[in-house]
């Protein structure tokens, strides 16, 4: 099995920046075969919406609220997933899932919460 592990959401002003990051531990086997990973996020009494991917060849994908503003990446080791956000706005308010596909099978992280203050 693999585990998703988030960090670094928080309490931000509008404007500002955060960088959640996304570590997946457990089968060497399956994080070796991570088709792609992203983030997803959920406001109060909505669904959960798609942000960002990236797959294991490098190639990124954004909603358009997000473009230009927010930055997809992975580390070397290619198990750990980060998101830059940049000119934070409180629309961007939610609970952030990192989320991965690996040999046709679904992992979620627990979340992390950003909160963008105006």
């Known amino acids: 099995q693999v585990q998703l592990v988030e960090s670094g959401g928080g309490l931000v002003q509008a404007g500002g920046s955060l960088r959640l990051s996304c570590a997946a531990s457990?089968?060497?086997?399956?994080?070796?075969?991570?088709?792609?990973m992203g983030w997803y996020r959920q406001a109060p009494g909505k669904e959960r919406d798609l942000v960002a991917t990236?797959?294991?060849?490098?190639?990124?994908n954004y909603v358009d609220s997000v473009k230009g503003r927010f930055t997809i990446s992975r580390a070397d080791a290619k198990n750990t997933v980060y998101l830059q956000m940049n000119s934070l706005k409180p629309e961007d308010t939610a609970v952030y899932y990192c989320?991965?596909?690996?040999?046709?099978?679904?992992?979620w992280g627990q979340g992390t919460q950003v909160t963008v203050s105006s």
């Open positions: 989320h991965a596909v690996i040999l046709g099978g679904d992992y």
């Open positions: 457990g089968s060497i086997f399956r994080i070796n075969r991570i088709n792609y």
């Open positions: 990236i797959t294991s060849d490098g190639t990124t």
